[in-house]
Nanobody, 115 residues
Framework: QVQLVESGGGLVQPGGSLRLSCVASGSISTINTMRWYRQAPGKQRELVATIISGRGTDYADAVKGRFTISRDDAKNTVYLEMNSLKPEDTAIYSC?????????WGKGTLVTVSS
């Protein structure tokens, strides 16, 4: 079983940057697909970014060119680098992993973009 713990959220001004981390309790080297989701107040959860081993990355249109997902299997960690942040990026960001047909979620980290 894999446990995911996110960190790195906080308050940032518009135009600023943050880097989120998602640390897994076990090895992620065998987990092909990992994702970041977000849920803004009063809105449905949406997929932000996906990274698939050996196949690359994919992003929601709203964050393309501003966010970058990466993984470090040696550290069992997935990152989300967020630049040029906008107030509409305010949300709880959660890490997701799918392994052997079982889905795992972290509890999330709050990102607030405000002046």
């Amino acid at each position: 079983q894999v446990q995911l713990v996110e960190s790195g959220g906080g308050l940032v001004q518009p135009g600023g940057s943050l880097r989120l981390s998602c640390v897994a309790s076990g090895s992620i080297s065998t987990i092909n697909t990992m994702r970041w989701y977000r849920q803004a107040p009063g809105k449905q959860r949406e997929l932000v970014a996906t990274i698939i081993s050996g196949r690359g990355t994919d992003y929601a249109d709203a964050v393309k060119g501003r966010f970058t997902i990466s993984r470090d299997d040696a550290k069992n960690t997935v990152y989300l680098e967020m630049n040029s942040l906008k107030p509409e990026d305010t949300a709880i960001y959660s890490c997701f992993a799918s392994d052997g047909g079982i889905n795992y979620w972290g509890k999330g980290t709050l990102v607030t973009v405000s002046s």
